[in-house]
């Protein structure tokens, strides 16, 4: 027997959850709510992830014209519509099931907003990059919905946003080794899915409820984030009546220091200093941010 199969357990050292957050709702940028639940002050950091948010963004709320640098945003749509802009000049609009993986790195300014008039709703990761990444040139790999991989076996859908699941790989490359998996069990679906041993790995529920690693513990419901000790992968049952999706999301540890002010992640405060004056000047990756403003800005200011 395949020893990937999801059906039977075939898992030496199955992680359990170490830790589980809520993710309450709070304001971020302008006039929109996020439930952080990584990079929340109890959770500052989960290496090498900063940042995990399910934001809710209804117009004229959004996240009009701001910087990044030294990491990646991966954003994943799963309700309406967000256009993006940068001071590079590109621009598009992403949809529900769509996917957005931008690597900030030297510097992007941009802006990302809800599209028509509905609500927009999705996640946004942040993905540290390891200092020698920190400062390469900012590039994006788009993802429209119907060219994520998936695939359907025992009650399990599974999308690959990155990384490998029942024998689907995805396109996307990650320059810190990542997986990221959206998944949707059925009830009295079982799911036995491989984690590399020493990566840091997490969830979190979208939708239903799941009993998450241990089968005699209890189920846990959507807005939860757990943390899942280290071990060879992850089982998971649906033991409800209605369907169960979660995102699993694992990588990499960087093991580097983090010098963060909001938007900017370093590896030391030196370089946070150099990165406060590179956006001031507009200088080493942030020239174009000297005469740009979005158009989304300009059209709100009339
Ligand atoms: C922000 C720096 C930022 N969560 N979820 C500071 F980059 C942001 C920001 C976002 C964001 C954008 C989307 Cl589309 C989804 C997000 C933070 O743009 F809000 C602050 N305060
Ligand atoms: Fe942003």
């Known amino acids: 027997m395949a020893d990937t199969d999801n059906y039977s357990s075939s898992l030496r050292k199955p992680r359990h959850v170490a830790r589980k957050f809520q993710a309450r709702p709070q304001r971020e940028g302008n006039g929109a709510v996020v439930r952080r639940s990584i990079g929340r002050f109890e959770l500052r950091y989960f290496d090498p992830f900063l940042v995990l948010d399910e934001f809710s963004v209804c117009a004229p709320a959004g996240f009009p014209d701001h910087?990044?640098?030294?990491?990646?945003?991966?954003?994943?749509?799963?309700?309406?519509?967000?256009?993006?802009?940068?001071?590079?000049?590109?621009?598009g609009t992403i949809k529900a099931g769509?996917?957005?993986?931008?690597?900030?790195?030297?510097?992007?300014?941009?802006?990302?907003?809800?599209?028509?008039?509905?609500?927009?709703?999705?996640?946004?990761?942040?993905?540290?990059?390891?200092?020698?990444?920190?400062?390469?040139?900012?590039k994006y790999q788009e993802l429209q919905s119907?060219?994520?991989?998936?695939?359907?076996?025992?009650?399990?859908?599974?999308?690959?946003?990155?990384?490998?699941?029942?024998g689907i790989n995805s396109p996307v490359y990650t320059r810190t080794p990542t997986m990221y998996l959206d998944f949707t069990l059925k009830p009295l679906a079982h799911l036995?899915?491989?984690?590399?041993?020493?990566?840091?790995?997490?969830?979190?529920?979208?939708?239903?409820?799941?009993?998450?690693?241990?089968?005699?513990?209890?189920?846990?419901?959507?807005?939860?984030?757990?943390?899942?000790?280290?071990?060879d992968g992850l089982e998971v049952w649906n033991k409800s009546v209605k369907p169960l999706r979660f995102v699993l999301i694992g990588g990499e540890p960087l093991g580097e220091p983090v010098a963060q002010l909001g938007p900017f992640v370093m590896n030391t405060e030196e370089e946070i200093d150099q990165t406060i004056n590179d956006?001031?000047?507009?200088?080493?990756?942030?020239?174009?941010?000297?005469?740009?403003?979005?158009?989304?800005m300009i059209a709100s200011e009339g």
């Not at 910087?67 to 621009?91: C, N, Q, S, W």
């Not at 899915?193 to 959507?222: H, M, R």
């Not at 956006?279 to 989304?296: D, L, M, P, T, V």
């Open 279 to 296: 956006f001031q000047y507009c200088e080493n990756g942030f020239e174009k941010a000297k005469f740009w403003r979005s158009e989304a």
């Open 98 to 138: 769509d996917l957005q993986w931008m690597t900030a790195g030297r510097g992007i300014v941009h802006s990302e907003m809800p599209a028509g008039q509905g609500v927009a709703k999705g996640l946004q990761l942040w993905v540290n990059l390891s200092s020698r990444n920190k400062m390469i040139e900012p």
């Open 67 to 91: 910087p990044h640098r030294g990491f990646e945003t991966v954003t994943y749509m799963l309700e309406g519509a967000l256009t993006h802009e940068d001071f590079e000049g590109h621009k």
């Open 192 to 231: 036995c899915q491989p984690i590399p041993p020493t990566w840091n790995a997490f969830l979190y529920v979208l939708e239903g409820e799941g009993v998450f690693g241990v089968e005699k513990s209890g189920s846990i419901g959507t807005h939860h984030l757990l943390l899942l000790s280290h071990g």
């Open 146 to 166: 119907k060219d994520i991989a998936c695939t359907n076996k025992n009650g399990i859908e599974v999308r690959v946003i990155a990384g490998e699941s029942m």
